[in-house]
């Protein structure tokens, strides 16, 4: 997706999000993981175009709805834990 990568750093910056903010997300096989921000960002950039539409089309409803981004992110860092 064009322009994702630029788009997603505007948004977390705009919203102020700690990329420094950790999830601590238990997964299958490791355990414990911590995961940063900055991990998941990077990892929602190296994703594929339509799953790069499907986070964008989220992350926007979940501010539409004023909601924390973060509870998304964290979602995000569970699957990469899986």
Known sequence: ???????L???VDEKGLDTDHRFDVEGPEWG???IPLSAVIEAAK?????????????LVEVDYRNA????FFEYLA???AK
């Open 1 to 7: 997706m064009a322009g994702f990568s630029s788009w």
């Open 9 to 11: 750093d505007t948004f």
């Open 32 to 34: 414990w993981n911590s």
């Open 68 to 71: 924390d981004p973060m509870h």
């Open 46 to 58: 190296q994703s594929a175009s339509n799953e790069q539409a499907q986070i964008k089309s989220k």
């Open 78 to 80: 569970k699957g990469m």
